[in-house]
């Protein structure tokens, strides 16, 4: 199944972005993306379900903090791992909407011989309502 | 009271697929010669393809209202190919919820827990 490209990335890093590299307290820009139905039957047809209502099924919340990600901070060290999230939804956009998601570096540690990074993300709807938010920890990789 | 959601067997395909979806390519979860010299020691799954779940055993949650709602996990062990998980959630003494997947040998792979508040901010 493909997936029509519907992401832009409002500012995002063009360099390799390492563990050094990550500045904390910096926000890495908005993420623009159109919650299209083909990409909402994608999530739906990785758990064997059905599109139901005019809404986002909740559990695209990863995806949305996923692909934010993903655009934002694009160059990372391979091999990295996700070790914990946190979300707080107040409200589910309509299918058809263009969501912004921001990404701002909240914390990095190394402990245990791991480097830790917490990103914070807030998704808003297209007319800048607040949707979700949440805390995205990452395992940086080397 | 406890639910459970449907088992879904985490097949390379649906990595593959879950992979477009998120547009996460990272190698380790789809480069088996990679992911082997990695600490993790070969392929794992996306931690939020299991997350899913959670979402859907919440969804089972009387009140629950696909919003006003509060997560927070830990992905405790990594989800290979070949695994089924499926997520349960129990209410607790305090009013929220406890949330977990496990896979098919009923261990761990994810644990934390939820509040489900109808027309409440969080």
Known sequence: MKI???????????????FA??????????HRLELSESLVDAWCSVYGICREGSRMPVGMT??????????????????????????????????GEVLHTT??????????GRLWV????????????????????????? | ?????????????????YAEVTDDFNPIHLDPDFAMKTAMGGVIAHGTLSLGLVWDVLSRVPGFDGAHAA?????????R??????????????GGLEVWVENERGELVIAGSATVRPGEQQ
């Open chain 1, 4 to 18: 029509p490209p519907a992401d832009h990335a409002c500012l995002s890093t063009s360099e390799l972005t390492d």
């Open chain 1, 21 to 30: 590299a990550i500045e904390v307290g910096r926000s890495y820009g908005c």
């Open chain 1, 62 to 95: 990863s995806v949305i903090s996923i692909r934010s990600f993903m655009a934002l901070i694009p160059f990372r060290p391979p091999g990295g791992i996700h070790a914990s999230q946190r979300f707080v939804i107040r409200e589910l956009p309509s299918i």
């Open chain 1, 103 to 112: 990404l701002v570096c909240a914390r990095k540690a190394e402990r245990g």
């Open chain 1, 118 to 142: 917490d990103l914070e993300m807030q998704s808003a709807g297209q007319d800048g309502r607040p949707l979700f938010h949440g805390t995205h920890v990452a395992l940086w990789a080397r």
């Open chain 2, 1 to 17: 009271m406890e639910y459970h959601s449907h088992g879904l067997e985490v097949t390379q395909e649906a990595v593959a697929l």
């Open chain 2, 71 to 79: 997560l927070d996990i830990r992905f405790v062990r990594p989800v």
């Open chain 2, 81 to 94: 190919l070949g695994n089924t998980v499926r997520a349960g959630a129990r209410a607790t003494e305090s």
